[in-house]
């Protein structure tokens, strides 16, 4: 295992409000990558970092954006959040052999 | 651009059937990789292989075996004498230079006891 955490684990929030989440590695590998998973759709990429303050665009980034101020932690935020964006979120590290390993999840839910 | 295609979406077996996992791939890189992940019920990532594009001897892991073709653009995953607890969605998922991984929608493996 990696050492990743997410948190929070479980999430309800209302449309329209700001949600962070927070992706914590033990590992001290350079990438680090958000992903959603969606019935239908598999793990699709939002966002990912190849360093401290390096980000980029994923496939599905419109409505996230994400910050990366120390190796260990990647936060994911909805800025405003929709109904669409109800999902189980996934963070996943790697390194250079392009192995990439995952937390545990992050569930949730916008009502 | 990365494509990953697992055209079965759900397979449904009975304890000690062998079962093949298809995946096939597209990509424009010369050198990529190739994985596997399983996620249980319990909604974990697992990751079970990753097999670079110059290598493409299969490979066997108890009940796991992996069949790895460039001429027909597959890796396929056989489990042997599957087992209830081999229950799980299985991804494939591709990666090359730029260190992003695509995944397949995955299969849906249940087991019959």
């Known amino acids: 295992d990696a050492g990743i955490t997410q948190s929070p684990r479980h999430k309800v929030t209302e449309t329209g409000t700001p949600v962070t989440l927070r992706c914590h590695q033990t590992?001290?590998?350079?990438?680090m990558y958000w992903y959603r998973q969606d019935p239908g759709h598999g793990l699709r990429l939002i966002h990912y970092s190849y360093g401290v303050k390096d980000t980029d665009k994923g496939e599905v980034s419109d409505g996230y954006s994400v910050s990366r101020s120390k190796t260990e932690d990647f936060l994911l935020t909805l800025e405003s959040a929709t109904s669409s964006q109800t999902s189980v979120y996934f963070c996943a590290t790697g390194d250079t052999d392009n192995e990439q390993y995952f937390g545990p999840g992050t569930r949730l839910t916008v009502t | 651009a990365q494509k990953v295609t697992q055209a079965q979406t759900e397979i449904s077996v009975v304890e000690k059937e062998d079962v093949t996992l298809d995946c096939v791939y597209e990509?424009?890189?010369?050198?990529?990789?190739l994985f596997w992940y399983k996620q249980p019920p319990s909604g974990e990532l697992v990751f079970l292989i990753r097999r670079n594009s110059f290598d493409e001897q299969n490979e066997i892991s108890g009940r796991y075996s992996w069949n790895f073709q460039k001429s027909t653009s597959s890796f396929n995953f056989t489990i042997t004498a599957s087992q209830v607890v081999d229950s799980a969605v299985y991804f494939c998922?591709?990666?090359?230079?730029?260190?992003?991984?695509?995944f397949g929608k995955g299969t849906l493996l249940t087991v019959n006891p």
């Open positions: 590992e001290n590998h350079r990438y």
């Open positions: 990509t424009r890189d010369t050198t990529y990789y």
């Open positions: 998922a591709s990666g090359g230079s730029n260190y992003k991984l695509t």
